[in-house]
Nanobody, 115 residues
Framework: QVQLVQAGGGLVQAGGSLRLSCTAS????????IGWYRQAPGQQRELVAV???????YYTDSVKGRFTLSRDNAKNTVYLQMNSLKPEDTGVYYC?????????WGQGTQVTVSS
């Protein structure tokens, strides 16, 4: 059973920075793709970024140049560094991994960016 525990988030003014972390219960990140999603109030969950097992990354257009993914295999942790935050980045952020056709989600963490 894989567990993903998130930390970070909070309230920040526009232009500020936050770092989210996603820690797994085992050594899964080196062999699996890790996605970060966010869900704004009243909207569907959307994909924000992906850290592929080979080290490549994907960022949705709205966060390119502002968000950065990184991974610490020794800590079984993936980080989402968010800079130059905008009010439209507000939402609940979730990390996700698909293993053996099963979805695992973090508990979600609130990010609120005030204007």
């Amino acid at each position: 059973q894989v567990q993903l525990v998130q930390a970070g988030g909070g309230l920040v003014q526009a232009g500020g920075s936050l770092r989210l972390s996603c820690t797994a219960s085992g050594s899964i990140f080196s062999n699996n793709d890790i996605g970060w999603y966010r869900q704004a109030p009243g909207q569907q969950r959307e994909l924000v970024a992906v850290l592929y097992s080979g080290g490549h990354t994907y960022y949705t257009d709205s966060v390119k140049g502002r968000f950065t993914l990184s991974r610490d295999n020794a800590k079984n942790t993936v980080y989402l560094q968010m800079n130059s935050l905008k009010p439209e980045d507000t939402g609940v952020y979730y990390c996700h991994v698909l293993i053996d056709y099963r979805d695992y989600w973090g508990q979600g963490t609130q990010v609120t960016v005030s204007s």
